[in-house]
């Protein structure tokens, strides 16, 4: 016979083990979402500047690097196999806190190179360091007055940061008809820097000022001192308002040639994957137009300039009937203020006369799709796409000689040497446009997300 008290001891175990095992389910819940309440990223390590920010080819640099979260740097890397780094030593044979020596060989490319710091936490963002070929120096005293100006000689670099609320001021020697190019790299290495650059007379009276493009173009009137003062546009200072300062001679026909850095990209960038940094050939004055018109051969890519005032550059190739091709021209998307126009003429002689017949007049680059109507981007970007640089086609429709004549439509009266452009001339290829966009974006109290820029994409 089955005794009853034990059968009710059996199910008050059994009951007893089921709600032990649904409270352990339950607290290892509530520790697994503590956990996860309570979980902690760690943060990256951040190279927030390099002193100084690059080197000559084929010498060794001494860098001191500076940023967040660099415990226990174990290397300083490049992007190039020819920059290298090693730790500074002390006179006890013990390495420097975040101070390197960096060799940079010889046959390194000139331009921008990144650096990058390995330590405990990881590998830090990428910094900028610039490769050059001019003799280099580094300021290392201040030079806030006329009296304490650094010297620095022609044809060399500068490296330096400037503090708030101050002026560097800089002492050169140039002769009378020298034409100097003075150069200050700042937004394009990394730095929070918005340059102005003067030249004044050895006394410090201001000859000529410079507040947007960071590049003065001087002609010496006289033989003797100079001075040039660098500051920031709002007289910001830190160690992350540094500048690379470049003093160069250059021939008075000669065209600028700026300091390497990253271009600012605000809608477009050049250019286009596919295409070389430099274009193969340069323009050649005179070229305005008739027999001064400058021979090409086809396809072709030219560098040249809106240079003075009112300047037509004509070009002179020769194609045969049926011929496609396409010319583009960059000028705006290289952050230059202009209009480029086109015209191609057909060059007939008829009688002993020469005689211009129209093909085809292109103008500016229209967007691939239209503009948001509402401002929200609901239904197309909240940008324009288009640009006033020129991407079009010219059918050849007779065999012979053909002129092409460049101009800018805002360049009447302006006389900037800085406005340059690309002329491109290719045979058609497959070719395709991506557009992309963020859409208007709702956020709750509390939410986050990440928003990104537009951003256009042609190849």
């Known amino acids: 016979m089955t005794n009853p008290f034990a059968c009710n001891r059996r199910r008050r175990i059994a009951a007893s083990s089921l709600l032990s095992l649904a409270t352990m389910f339950l607290l290892t819940m509530c520790w697994a979402a503590q956990a996860a309440a309570q979980s902690v990223c760690l943060p990256a390590p951040r190279l927030l500047t390099t002193m100084p920010m690059g080197g000559q080819a084929g010498t060794d640099v001494e860098v001191t690097i500076t940023g967040d979260y660099l415990e226990d740097v174990e290397s300083l890397v490049f992007s190039h196999p020819g920059i290298t780094a090693r730790p500074k030593l002390n006179d006890a044979g013990q390495p420097e806190p975040n101070k390197y020596v960096v060799t940079i060989a010889a046959d390194t490319p000139p331009g921008i190179h990144e650096a990058r710091v390995f330590a405990r ?26 009296s304490a100006a650094m010297p620095i000689a022609l044809n060399s670099i500068c490296n330096a940061t400037v503090q708030a609320s101050a002026v560097n001021h800089y002492s050169i020697q140039a002769e009378a008809g020298q034409r100097l190019l003075i150069d200050c790299a700042a937004k394009g290495i990394d730095s929070k820097m918005n340059p102005v650059l003067i030249i004044a007379d050895a006394e410090g009276r201001d000859l000529l000022v410079e507040r947007r493009g960071g590049v003065l173009d001087f002609t010496a009137p006289t033989t003797g001192s100079y001075i040039v003062k660098v500051h920031d546009l709002t007289f910001k200072g830190g160690a992350e308002y540094f500048f690379r300062l470049s003093v160069q001679t250059i021939p008075a026909d000669s065209p600028i040639s700026r300091l390497p850095g990253t271009r600012g990209v605000s809608s477009f960038s050049w250019p286009p994957i596919g295409y070389a940094p430099d274009a193969a050939l340069a323009e050649a004055e005179p070229n305005n137009g008739g027999e001064a018109a400058q021979p090409i051969t086809l396809p072709c890519e030219i560098a040249g300039r809106f240079f003075p005032a009112a300047d037509v550059d004509t070009f002179e190739f020769t194609a045969t009937k049926g011929e496609v091709w396409w010319v583009e021209v960059a000028s705006e998307r290289l952050g230059r203020p202009t209009d480029p126009s086109i015209i191609v003429q057909r060059v007939v002689e008829e009688a002993g006369e020469t005689k211009l017949i129209d093909v085809v007049e292109l103008t500016d680059i229209a967007s691939p799709v239209k503009r948001s109507s509402n401002g929200y981007a609901y239904d197309g970007p909240p940008y324009n796409a288009g640009s006033t640089d020129i991407l079009g086609k010219v059918e050849i429709p007779e065999d012979g000689r053909y002129r092409l004549q460049l101009t800018d439509l805002f360049g009447g009266t302006r006389t900037d040497p800085n406005n340059e452009y690309r002329l491109v001339i290719r045979q058609g290829a497959p070719d395709f446009a991506l557009v992309a966009w963020a859409l208007h974006m709702e956020l709750r109290d509390g939410d986050r997300n990440a928003l990104s820029k537009p951003m256009a994409l042609r190849n």
């Open 121 to 146: 936490l990881g590998l830090s963002a990428a910094r900028v360091f610039s490769v050059g070929t001019l003799p280099e120096a580094m300021q290392t005293a201040a030079t806030t007055s006329v």
